[in-house]
């Protein structure tokens, strides 16, 4: 901040926001964000190769596999099959799924502790 904006916030009556607080400001906003597109839907982790298919059977191709330490984005449980979703999806509809997994081959995680998968158009697209 410069020396003028800082005059013109005590002229207004106003202290100005020391740096850390702005950046705390941004930060926060930043975060809020990335949640947004987290409000939905389930963290599941896999322990070993793992298929996810086109539709909800063992029958049905294999569209990508996961690998151990992957972490997905899953809901619409039917059955014993989950709907499988980009990292990024914020649209909470089965249309948007990227294909499904067999439920008991996942596992829990812990949102604070664990990065969400993201689909390989979407690493491509963050690089």
């Not at 904006?5 to 740096?19: C, Q």
Request: glycine share 10%.
């Amino acid at each position: 901040m410069g020396r003028n904006a800082e005059y013109s916030d005590m002229v207004a009556g106003r202290k100005p926001l020391p740096r850390i607080v702005l950046v705390c400001m941004v930060l926060s906003a930043l975060s809020a964000q990335v949640l947004s597109a987290q409000d939905w839907g389930i963290l599941r982790g896999v322990d070993s190769e793992v298929n996810v298919r086109a539709g909800r059977s063992t029958g049905s191709a294999v569209v990508f596999q996961l690998g151990p330490g992957d972490i997905v984005k899953v809901d619409f449980l039917e059955g014993s099959w989950w709907a499988v979703f980009g990292q990024y999806e914020t649209e909470r509809n089965p249309d948007k799924a990227l294909g499904y997994i067999y439920a008991p081959l996942l596992r829990p995680v812990s949102k604070n502790s664990m990065k969400v998968w993201g689909s390989q158009a979407e690493k491509t697209l963050s690089q």
